[in-house]
């Protein structure tokens, strides 16, 4: 289905789980920040909370009911709008029929998920699918995963072309979550497995890349002069988003190698989450455990506005090939949560009003949207900055 033909429909944004809590935030900034002419509408199962939520947000938009349980109402939204982002998770739990909803009517669709086995499992059914029919399928596009990926792409053009590339990703973070977050994270925790079978089932589908290659591997912990901070491996989607990229994108050179690691100044802080995070995937194996620990953050609850007011986020890149070595720096608020608003937000907007490269199936922010999307950021207030290079 052409792009010209999509324009037709009645909207170009429905933001669907608009009354949650990332998505009441996104609802929030789209009401600020889009222009006049852009069509939207928030979307979600409860007409009366959405109405309500309308009415606070003091603009004409319209109201969609859909709900994950009634697979013809995901449809009619897909079929009423020019792109669908998502914030209805745990994604693995309620996502896929949406994204076949968006791949089958050509509808782009965004999500926030942070599930490597939601992103490999809707890869293997719904991308050749979206290919067809010119629909963007674009997962993570929060600070999972956009600070990173579009970070190493901003770190890659800065160094020379056609020479292999290494880059490292260190991030650090001051930030608390929201309970669809917990849900999300504990049930990705207890499907290790599943996890484990999707990649090997996408690696069966996806081409090889020929002349070329692209890895990410998980670096050992160690204490990074670079940054000066103690550095972890973090087996969290980024790296996987990166490693997409560099594999769609030939300005990622002949040889691409990311390492992404947290950032923890001091060797207690660093042990303690080790722990932290070691004791949560345990408990997340154990269903009363896990249930035990969802009641402690219900969904739809998140940090308050003061909370997110003190949170940040840095992520800084060291990037070397070719005889250069660059270091730069994705820095801002509140990660989770305002940040992500925006950044959801302006992938959408930019879906609808940017001039994009033609892209199709399942690719990433820096694929379809690299350089507009941070231009977008940058006006938003999210800092990317080269720190030094020699
Ligand atoms: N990538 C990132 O950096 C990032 C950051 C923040 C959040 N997230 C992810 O985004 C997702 C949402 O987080 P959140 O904190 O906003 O969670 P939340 O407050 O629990 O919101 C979930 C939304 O899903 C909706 N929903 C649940 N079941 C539904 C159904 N059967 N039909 C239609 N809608 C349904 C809820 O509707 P009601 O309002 O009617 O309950 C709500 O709008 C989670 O998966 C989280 O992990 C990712």
């Known amino acids: 289905m052409s792009r010209l033909k999509r324009s037709d429909r009645p909207y170009d944004i429905v933001l669907f789980g608009a009354t949650g809590f990332v998505g ?8 600020a920040h889009a222009p006049a002419e852009v069509r939207w509408a928030i979307a979600g199962r409860d007409g009366t909370r959405l109405r309500q939520l309308r009415e606070r947000l003091g603009v004409d938009v319209g109201v969609l009911r859909a709900d994950v349980s009634d697979p013809a109402s995901l449809r009619a939204l897909a079929e009423h709008a020019r792109v669908v982002a998502t914030t ?3 994604y693995v739990r309620y996502g896929e029929e949406l994204v076949a909803a968006c791949a089958d009517t050509g509808a782009d669709y965004l999500d926030l998920t ?3 086995e939601f992103v490999d499992l809707t890869y293997v059914r719904h991308d050749v699918r979206a290919r067809e029919t010119g629909s963007r399928l674009i997962h993570a596009c929060g600070f999972d995963s956009v600070p990173h990926d579009l970070g190493a792409y901003f770190t890659v053009r800065q160094l020379p072309e056609g020479v292999p590339l290494t880059v490292d990703g260190f991030v650090s973070a001051d930030a608390s979550m929201s309970g669809g977050t917990l849900a999300s994270a ?3 925790f207890a499907r290790g497995r599943q996890m484990l079978a999707a990649a090997r089932e996408r690696g069966r589908h996806e081409p090889r890349l020929p002349g070329r290659r692209a890895v990410a591997t998980l670096g050992a ?10 550095a972890l491996p973090l087996p969290t989607v980024d790296s996987l988003i990166v490693l997409r990229s560099a594999r769609a994108l030939r300005r990622y050179g002949p040889d691409f190698r990311y390492r992404h690691y947290a950032a923890v100044r001091r060797l207690p802080v660093a042990v ?3 722990a932290a995070v070691g004791a949560l995937v345990a408990a997340a194996q154990l269903p009363p455990a896990r249930r035990w620990l969802s009641d ?3 969904p739809g609850e998140g940090p308050s506005a003061q909370t997110r007011a003190r949170s940040w986020f840095s992520v800084r890149f060291v990037g070397e090939g070719g005889g250069r070595r660059v270091c730069t720096e994705v820095s801002g608020g509140d990660p989770g949560y305002d940040e992500t608003a925006k950044m959801f937000a302006e992938a959408a907007l930019a879906l609808v009003c940017d001039a994009l490269p033609p892209t199709a199936g399942q690719v990433t922010t820096a694929v379809a949207m ?3 999307l941070t231009a977008r950021l940058i006006r938003a207030g999210v800092r990317f900055r080269v720190a030094a290079r020699r």
């Open 24 to 31: 009441t935030l996104t609802a929030e900034y789209l009401a």
């Open 88 to 90: 209805v998770g745990p």
């Open 114 to 116: 942070g599930e490597p």
């Open 186 to 188: 504990l049930g990705q």
């Open 221 to 230: 912990p160690r204490f990074a002069p670079e940054v000066g901070a103690w």
């Open 272 to 274: 303690g989450g080790v």
């Open 296 to 298: 402690r953050l219900k």
């Open 370 to 372: 690299g350089d507009a």
